[in-house]
């Protein structure tokens, strides 16, 4: 009963805070999230590193709806370097995508382009590690690029489409505008801001803050 | 004889690069670098790592006049681990200083203020390490605030006076403009736009770009 009163009070606050961003939206206020370096992998791939009977188990849900972070972790092997303890994210997708910032890179001794989600057409491959299985994927490695997800409503009252390119300013400890950042408009979204974390430290970012679209 | 050939060569070269520089500068176009991790050493924190015989032998020139990299190379130690390699710079300082990126903050486990060079008024130490030689310094430890060094003539041409702050451009792969920043202006400077690694991975900065000053 009090895990059932648990989940409706969070359900209840998750809502009232998606209403707050939705109105701050609607006056091109959006809230910034900060993405780590982290693995979508396809069934083939994950069945590769977890075996046949494998679930990606949830750990905690993400701000874009049906998103959420496996509790497994895997090790990214390059040529300079390794980076253990990197986050899976589910659900599984058609083809394994690995997002990692121009720092990670480095770490690895990779050079991966800075790709929209989804376009993986002539991006490196990384070798992903689980304990003594891994795989070795064709392509799928990027930089991740800075996008701002947007709700129909929130697109319509800013006057902006789907791909429209906008400027983003953060008043933050170190102040700095974002140029040429993609809008995403999908009815499957939640108002959010996404950068990495070299763009996170470069702006002197902390979580919860929000900036302001300047087209 | 050689030597000196090539030494002059590289003289007029680089007086010819200052005058592009100067002109650009004149209009508002900056050359920008990246700065590394780095430590400024006090003369009793070099003896102590180095010995009371020691020099900081060079090793090149960096593009602020009489500043230079040593052939030393030291390691920093945190709480959380450790960053190796770390060069100095010379010649050296009153105050030991030690300038470090968010990122290799948070790998060390400290959290240093993002600061002007030479202000370290109530910042936080750090150890510093040469083979079983160390340091653990009172302060100095900074995340180095981006700054524009200026000449007066560049100065004067764009009414600029020391300390006042600007917007500057990138236009570069992941364009953007970093707001609020301090100008230096000094007769013993040349022309350059500084900034740490966080913000070159940032913005998608590489080696020789130049980017705008929009007051």
């Known amino acids: 009963m009090n895990?059932?009163?648990?989940?409706?009070?969070?359900?209840?606050?998750?809502?009232?805070?998606?209403?707050?961003?939705?109105?701050?939206?609607?006056?091109?206020?959006?809230?910034?999230?900060?993405?780590?370096?982290?693995?979508?992998?396809?069934?083939?791939?994950?069945?590769?590193l977890f075996g046949d009977d494998y679930a990606l188990n949830w750990a905690k849900y993400l701000s874009q709806p049906?998103?959420?972070?496996?509790?497994?972790?895997?090790?990214?092997?390059?040529?300079?370097?390794?980076?253990?303890?990197?986050?899976?994210?589910?659900?599984?997708?058609?083809?394994?995508?690995?997002?990692?910032?121009?720092?990670?890179?480095?770490v690895l001794g990779v050079d991966p382009p800075c790709r929209d989600s989804g376009n993986l057409y002539n991006t490196p491959g990384i070798r992903i590690e689980n304990g003594n299985a891994h795989v070795d994927t064709q392509g799928g490695l990027i930089i991740a690029?800075?996008?701002?997800?947007?709700?129909?409503?929130?697109?319509?009252?800013?006057?902006?489409?789907?791909?429209?390119?906008?400027?983003?300013?953060?008043?933050?400890?170190?102040?700095?505008?974002?140029?040429?950042?993609?809008?995403r408009v999908s009815e499957n979204a939640d108002n959010f801001m996404h950068i990495d974390y070299d763009e996170a430290n470069a702006a002197g970012f902390s979580n919860g803050m929000f900036g302001l679209i300047c087209k």
Chains 1, 2 share one sequence.
């Open 3 to 48: 895990g059932q009163l648990d989940a409706l009070v969070e359900a209840v606050a998750d809502a009232v805070l998606a209403e707050v961003r939705a109105g701050l939206a609607a006056q091109g206020w959006f809230q910034v999230e900060a993405s780590g370096r982290h693995v979508h992998l396809s069934v083939a791939d994950a069945k590769a």
């Open 145 to 183: 690029e800075r996008h701002i997800h947007m709700r129909p409503e929130a697109a319509a009252a800013l006057g902006l489409a789907d791909g429209d390119r906008v400027s983003f300013a953060l008043d933050s400890l170190r102040p700095l505008t974002f140029r040429d950042v993609k809008v």
């Open 66 to 106: 049906g998103q959420f972070v496996g509790q497994q972790r895997m090790a990214l092997v390059g040529p300079a370097g390794r980076l253990e303890q990197v986050v899976v994210i589910g659900p599984e997708r058609a083809q394994t995508q690995i997002e990692v910032s121009r720092t990670d890179a480095t």
